[in-house]
């Protein structure tokens, strides 16, 4: 259990996570039974291990990271030095992604997000956002969710929100 | 259909294929067999589309995009990032110093270029002062070979000498004025004739004239440096 919360805790290359294939390989091939019970190991401290499927949905590409079970407080989030401006583009691109059926050209997200924020915000999220994995951009320019959005993020929740808090916002 | 968010199944698939079914017995060479495969795949590719398309309408994530821009409109910002929190899970891990690492901050560091060439490639110099350019450099360029030069030099030599007779000819006529580089390129080499001895310059002060005489044989003397601009102007 210890070798299995080594594995998934210190990150190995860019990206957060380990693959099916290197848990295999780190912890043997009934892996899976190990990561249930790690996950409900660290429950206490607040964390979960994840799964997120890869491209051909084997075992093998998926990625297994530990994730917050919960999501932070209001307070905990900006206390991390986040900014709302970042946060907000990111939460509506993802939104508008969604709306399009999971794929959108850049171009127009920018000017979705032009009616809100201002372009220079737009580029430097964009931007960011596609290079720590939340977004991903082909080479069509094209906008998709990236694996990490998948990894963190509770799209229908995140979706069911802005839908109910935008009823809200109107009726006051 | 796969660089804009269009809906793909404005593309009727079947039509599509029935017109490379009729034209595939048509197509001999290998070209129109290659474009013709190119056409299949894009099909294939819009198939693709259609799929995830119907995947998305499917799924509960699936909201009128309309919808979704008018309600992103009404909430102010906090709001928006406020409903990205309530459905974030951070994730957990630790960032350490690796052995790895440190062998390739050593390289980048080791294979930095120092910060006056870095950009060169990209913004080129901050200019280059103005300095001389003699024979040798000229070689170098490939504006002359050694041949090319000493012929160039005897065919001016025989125009001034046959123009001149004894006489002084007009340095800027001499020198020509059709284009700018065949005047410096004259000019130059006049000048070199004129330092191996085998031409005269002279001026005169008050009216700026510049003359030049070919001499038949070569004389030596104290040579003496004059300055002449030579401009674009004709």
């Given at each position: 259990m210890r070798r299995a919360f080594q594995v998934l805790i210190l990150q190995r290359g860019r990206n957060p996570g380990v693959k099916g294939w290197e848990m295999k390989r780190h912890l043997g091939r009934d892996y899976r039974k190990i990561v249930e019970v790690l996950s409900e190991d660290v429950a206490p401290m607040g964390l979960e291990v994840y799964e997120v499927k890869g491209a051909d949905g084997t075992d093998d590409s998926s990625r297994f990271l530990l994730r917050f079970r919960e999501p932070p407080t209001i307070s905990e989030a900006e206390t991390s030095g986040i900014r709302i401006d970042d946060l907000a583009v990111l939460a509506a691109t993802i939104a508008f992604v969604n709306s399009k059926s999971g794929r959108v050209a850049r171009r127009e997200v920018e000017q979705f997000l032009r009616e809100k924020f201002p372009r220079w915000r737009i580029d430097y999220s964009l931007d960011r956002y596609v290079k720590r994995g939340y977004l991903e951009q082909d080479d069509r320019g094209m906008v998709h969710i990236g694996w990490r959005t998948h990894a963190e993020v509770d799209e229908k929740t995140l979706m069911t929100l802005i839908l109910s808090r935008a009823q809200e916002g109107a009726k006051k | 259909m796969e660089s804009s968010s269009a809906n793909p199944f404005d593309v009727d698939i079947r039509e599509k294929i029935l017109i490379l079914k009729q034209r595939l017995p048509e197509l001999k060479f290998l070209d129109e067999l290659l474009v013709d495969a190119e056409a299949m795949l894009e099909l294939s590719q819009i198939v693709k589309l259609q799929d995830e398309w119907l995947k998305t309408r499917a799924?509960?994530?699936?909201?009128?995009p309309l919808l979704i821009q008018l309600k992103v409109k009404l909430l102010p910002k906090e709001a928006l990032s406020e409903a990205f929190i309530r459905s974030w899970h951070p994730l957990a891990q630790v960032d350490q110093l690796s052995p790895r690492g440190l062998e390739k901050a050593f390289v980048y560091w080791r294979d930095l270029v120092p910060i006056s060439e870095r950009f060169k490639d990209q913004f080129g110099t901050y200019g280059v002062p103005p300095g001389q350019v003699d024979y040798s450099d000229l070689v170098s360029m490939g504006v002359f070979t050694p041949e090319q030069f000493e012929t160039s030099l005897t065919q001016l030599h025989n125009e001034l000498l046959e123009q001149s007779r004894g006489e002084w000819v007009d340095y800027r006529q001499f020198i020509g004025n059709d284009t700018f580089e065949n005047k410096v390129r004259r000019a130059y080499l006049l000048a070199f004739l004129i330092s191996e001895g085998r031409a005269l310059l002279k001026s005169e002060?008050?009216?700026?004239k510049i003359w030049t005489m070919a001499l038949a044989e070569r004389v030596k003397g104290l040579p003496k440096s004059v300055a002449i601009s030579i401009t674009g102007e004709g």
């Amino acid at each position: 259990m210890r070798r299995a919360f080594q594995v998934l805790i210190l990150q190995r290359g860019r990206n957060p996570g380990v693959k099916g294939w290197e848990m295999k390989r780190h912890l043997g091939r009934d892996y899976r039974k190990i990561v249930e019970v790690l996950s409900e190991d660290v429950a206490p401290m607040g964390l979960e291990v994840y799964e997120v499927k890869g491209a051909d949905g084997t075992d093998d590409s998926s990625r297994f990271l530990l994730r917050f079970r919960e999501p932070p407080t209001i307070s905990e989030a900006e206390t991390s030095g986040i900014r709302i401006d970042d946060l907000a583009v990111l939460a509506a691109t993802i939104a508008f992604v969604n709306s399009k059926s999971g794929r959108v050209a850049r171009r127009e997200v920018e000017q979705f997000l032009r009616e809100k924020f201002p372009r220079w915000r737009i580029d430097y999220s964009l931007d960011r956002y596609v290079k720590r994995g939340y977004l991903e951009q082909d080479d069509r320019g094209m906008v998709h969710i990236g694996w990490r959005t998948h990894a963190e993020v509770d799209e229908k929740t995140l979706m069911t929100l802005i839908l109910s808090r935008a009823q809200e916002g109107a009726k006051k | 259909m796969e660089s804009s968010s269009a809906n793909p199944f404005d593309v009727d698939i079947r039509e599509k294929i029935l017109i490379l079914k009729q034209r595939l017995p048509e197509l001999k060479f290998l070209d129109e067999l290659l474009v013709d495969a190119e056409a299949m795949l894009e099909l294939s590719q819009i198939v693709k589309l259609q799929d995830e398309w119907l995947k998305t309408r499917a799924s509960s994530l699936y909201i009128d995009p309309l919808l979704i821009q008018l309600k992103v409109k009404l909430l102010p910002k906090e709001a928006l990032s406020e409903a990205f929190i309530r459905s974030w899970h951070p994730l957990a891990q630790v960032d350490q110093l690796s052995p790895r690492g440190l062998e390739k901050a050593f390289v980048y560091w080791r294979d930095l270029v120092p910060i006056s060439e870095r950009f060169k490639d990209q913004f080129g110099t901050y200019g280059v002062p103005p300095g001389q350019v003699d024979y040798s450099d000229l070689v170098s360029m490939g504006v002359f070979t050694p041949e090319q030069f000493e012929t160039s030099l005897t065919q001016l030599h025989n125009e001034l000498l046959e123009q001149s007779r004894g006489e002084w000819v007009d340095y800027r006529q001499f020198i020509g004025n059709d284009t700018f580089e065949n005047k410096v390129r004259r000019a130059y080499l006049l000048a070199f004739l004129i330092s191996e001895g085998r031409a005269l310059l002279k001026s005169e002060p008050l009216s700026g004239k510049i003359w030049t005489m070919a001499l038949a044989e070569r004389v030596k003397g104290l040579p003496k440096s004059v300055a002449i601009s030579i401009t674009g102007e004709g």
